[in-house]
């Protein structure tokens, strides 16, 4: 089942998102490099209709060079759509960003028709450091913890170009599980939404696969040539626990603490520069989500009907008490 969190000031932000879309030349998406399409919100698509967008693959200096290349490829293919890679530290990033918009909506400029644009991410994804870096200021609240900034605020980047910021969010259902493990991997979902255990094992899972040399370089295990990429991932987290002395009593290791410890690693970059994703891994599990959902609804609308052509004389004993579990 995949990882799910839309707390309620999230509904707020969707609110005025829709208020506000309509005054909207250009949408900047903030995403993590690391997880380009995971980190795209297909809600946010839906609120802001055909409006050009420009995707930000930010973080971009702790994600894989080469994957982050066929991300760019992929956006800019896109219709009314660009892409940039981006480090939220960089000294002069706002040239890049206002040159993108104006790309995308070029008959926008000027006092008269000045540019006006929504900024957007998941949470966590770096959008408030960006913003700082932009306006050579704190206006916007940064920490890693997801759901941060709380409300919509404007700021000035030039005379003819105003930005409306968004607090972070997500959507309300994440059909794509290995979507939302991700996205808990990097810090975009509230800690008391997923287990940290089951995510730091799948994210272990996923740099096995194709970032061996990362987990040995790091973790220093000391085990045989081939061993990291082969053992199993409760096996692999077992032996990280013990290497870093995250033990309990008894000679047993503290799970809990040594996933924490993997996921630090991931979200500090630590471990190295990594992509969780390739455009092609993330359409196959969008079109496998899309597959199961359809399947989930079919079985909900059996469901309905088989209901609806019931009496209307509710049984004393016995009735329908099935329920739709999240």
Not at 174 to 184: F, M, Q, R, T
Not at 228 to 249: F, H, N, P, S, W
Not at 277 to 285: I, K, M, N
């Given at each position: 089942m995949a990882i799910q969190w839309f707390p309620g000031h999230m509904h707020l932000t969707k609110k005025a998102i829709t208020e506000r879309i309509k005054d909207i030349d250009v949408v900047i998406e903030v995403l993590d490099a690391r997880l380009p399409g995971s980190s795209a919100n297909p809600l946010l698509a839906e609120l802001t209709g055909h409006k050009p967008t420009l995707k930000v693959l930010n973080k971009q200096d702790v994600a894989d060079a080469a994957r982050t290349a066929l991300w760019l490829d992929w956006y800019n293919a896109q219709s009314d759509t660009a892409a940039i890679p981006l480090d939220a530290s960089e000294a002069a990033p706002a040239r890049k960003l206002i040159d993108g918009c104006h790309r995308l909506a070029p008959n926008r400029g000027g006092m008269a028709k000045p540019m006006r644009v929504l900024i957007c991410g998941v949470p966590n994804v770096g959008k408030s450091t960006l913003i700082n870096t932009l306006?050579?200021?704190?206006?916007?609240?940064?920490?890693?913890?997801?759901?941060?900034?709380?409300?919509?605020?404007?700021?000035?980047?030039?005379?003819?170009?105003?930005?409306?910021?968004?607090?972070?969010?997500?959507?309300?259902?994440?059909?794509?599980?290995?979507?939302?493990?991700?996205?808990?991997?990097?810090?975009?979902?509230?800690?008391?939404?997923?287990?940290?255990?089951?995510?730091?094992?799948?994210?272990?899972?996923?740099?096995?696969?194709?970032?061996?040399?990362?987990?040995?370089?790091?973790?220093?295990?000391?085990?045989?040539?081939?061993?990291?990429?082969?053992?199993?991932?409760?096996?692999?987290?077992?032996?990280?626990?013990?290497?870093?002395?995250?033990?309990?009593?008894?000679?047993?290791?503290?799970?809990?603490?040594?996933?924490?410890?993997?996921?630090?690693?991931?979200?500090?970059?630590?471990?190295?520069?990594?992509?969780?994703?390739?455009?092609?891994?993330?359409?196959?599990?969008?079109?496998?989500?899309?597959?199961?959902?359809?399947?989930?609804?079919?079985?909900k609308d059996a469901r309905a009907k088989a209901r609806g052509k019931g009496s209307g004389v509710r049984e004393p004993h016995g009735g329908d008490d099935d329920g739709e579990a999240g």
């Open positions: 306006t050579n200021k704190r206006q916007a609240k940064t920490g890693d913890e997801a759901g941060i900034t709380k409300i919509e605020q404007r700021i000035t980047l030039a005379d003819d170009f105003y930005l409306w910021d968004t607090p972070g969010m997500l959507w309300p259902r994440i059909i794509v599980p290995e979507s939302g493990y991700n996205l808990a991997a990097s810090g975009a979902v509230g800690r008391n939404a997923y287990d940290e255990e089951l995510v730091a094992l799948e994210l272990l899972r996923r740099l096995q696969r194709h970032y061996v040399p990362e987990l040995e370089a790091r973790y220093k295990l000391g085990l045989p040539v081939g061993a990291v990429a082969t053992m199993q991932d409760d096996e692999l987290l077992e032996a990280i626990g013990r290497k870093r002395g995250a033990m309990l009593g008894g000679g047993r290791v503290n799970l809990q603490k040594t996933a924490e410890i993997v996921m630090t690693d991931f979200r500090t970059a630590i471990l190295g520069r990594i992509t969780l994703e390739t455009p092609e891994q993330f359409e196959a599990w969008r079109a496998a989500g899309l597959v199961e959902d359809a399947k989930r609804q079919a079985k």
